[in-house]
């Protein structure tokens, strides 16, 4: 019994690697092993709603030259003396174009070039200025293929000095001055040498396998090719469901739209890239997961059926965890600033009060009493009484003291008709002033 359980259990992991090695970012099973699994999805969506399994590629993009095929072109470059040249262009419709004309008849390339593999670079009539090093690019503009050969030319006058050699990073070859030199540059592969008709070599492949069936197993669902021929398989109903867009090779989107999603309808799809021409193989794999549909109340508040709508309050929380202390440190600016306006406005009105008692003269002098000269006692002690005897005007002996006498007598005659004045009220206006 337990060599049961432990061999199921073997099993069990067993499947689980594989399924781990078959699914991920490596190059698939052996039943394609060019394919290379790009990108691996797991997605899910409610039943009766639609999705769309999305297949980018621009590498797919069909871009064929409609006139003359000049997709795949040839440079040859030489750099000597610190100097960058372009010597010769080869189109793969046998077009050539050499940028010096001196050099017309002396260098050239054959024009089987495209045909052969065959790029390699006649040099006619060695000259010590041919001396540098020299680079052939072949470049392959619809399948974003570019590649490069250097090799490094010398010349010598000495015949026995005639090589070539590896220096490590790139052949070098010693010419005689004055003889015919070959630069080698050779590519024989397929995409090089032949034309073939783009149409044909680029497919899209959408497959499916249920739950627990392996990939290689799946069932197909549907082949695009360049040329615009789509195949579909399945029931006509499958058909009708998943479709991919009429234009993909022109905007490069092979993705596969299913409607009407059911529950047998989960599953492992993947969409396969095919281009044979330029080599590329590539894979993307999705998980679909069905759920349950979507359910919407309906209410009869009126004759006709209305939806109602869920009152839905968006609270935001914030994610931060210094939240509370930054709304602390606002309230503590928000105080700390107050108090600085209540230090200033008493400083200033203190200043203010300071000047109002130096520039006040009522303050600075001292107050006002009232001074009644009734409240003075004076002593009379030492005061001795006047007694006016009254003078007899016969006791004069001549008129002119009779006179002065009548004169004083009349002055005090005026004063006692004079009012007399209040002291008081002078006195008041005297402290005033």
């Given at each position: 019994m337990r060599q049961l359980v432990k061999l199921l259990l073997w099993h069990f992991l067993f499947l689980k690697v594989r399924f781990n090695l078959a699914y991920t970012n490596v190059p698939a099973n052996a039943i394609n092993p060019d394919s290379v699994v790009l990108a691996y999805q797991n997605m899910s969506a409610p039943a009766g709603s639609e999705v769309v399994l999305q297949c980018y590629s621009q590498r797919m993009v069909w871009t064929q030259d409609r006139l003359i095929d000049r997709q795949r072109v040839a440079h040859w470059d030489s750099f000597s003396d610190y100097k960058f040249n372009r010597i010769l262009d080869m189109f793969s419709a046998d077009e050539q174009r050499l940028y010096n004309p001196y050099d017309q008849g002396r260098i050239m390339m054959s024009?089987?070039?495209?045909?052969?593999?065959?790029?390699s670079l006649v040099i006619k009539d060695v000259r010590a200025t041919d001396r540098g090093i020299y680079s052939c690019h072949l470049h392959h503009h619809y399948c974003h293929l570019y590649e490069t050969v250097k090799i490094q030319l010398n010349i010598t006058k000495a015949a026995r000095k005639v090589k070539r050699f590896w220096d490590g990073e790139k052949e070098v070859v010693v010419a005689l001055l004055g003889t015919t030199v070959l630069l080698p540059c050779e590519n024989y592969s397929p995409i090089w040498t032949e034309r073939h008709?783009?149409?044909e070599q680029q497919v899209v492949h959408w497959d499916r396998s249920p739950p627990g069936v392996w990939h290689d197993q799946a069932d197909r669902l549907i082949d695009l090719y360049a040329s615009g021929e789509q195949r579909?398989?399945?029931?006509?109903?499958i058909r009708k469901r998943m479709n991919i867009s009429d234009t993909a090779f022109n905007d490069g989107d092979f993705s596969l739209t299913i409607s009407n999603l059911r529950l047998g309808d989960e599953g492992l799809y993947s969409c396969d890239l095919h281009h044979h021409?330029?080599?590329?193989?590539?894979?993307?794999?999705?998980?679909?997961?069905?759920?349950?549909?979507?359910?919407?109340?309906?209410?009869?508040k009126t004759p006709s059926t209305a939806v109602e709508i869920p009152n839905v309050i968006n609270v935001f929380i914030p994610d931060h965890s210094s939240h509370f202390l930054h709304q602390l440190g606002y309230v503590l600016a928000s105080l700390l600033l107050l108090a600085i306006l209540i230090t200033i406005i008493a400083l200033i009105t203190r200043q203010q009060r300071r000047r109002g008692l130096q520039y006040n003269v009522k303050m600075s002098q001292p107050r006002r009493t009232e001074v009644n000269l009734n409240d003075f006692v004076i002593d009379t002690t030492g005061l001795r009484t006047n007694k006016n005897e009254e003078i007899k005007f016969a006791d004069y002996k001549n008129n002119i003291l009779k006179e002065k006498f009548a004169l004083s007598r009349e002055k005090?005659?005026?004063l006692r008709e004079i009012p007399p004045k209040n002291l008081d009220r002078d006195f008041e206006k005297k402290y005033w002033k």
């Open positions: 024009p089987s070039a495209f045909s052969s593999g065959n790029f008709h783009e149409e579909s398989y399945g029931s006509q109903f021409y330029c080599g590329i193989h590539e894979r993307r794999i999705f998980t679909l997961s069905i759920t349950q549909p979507i359910k919407v109340n309906l209410t009869h005090v005659e005026l």
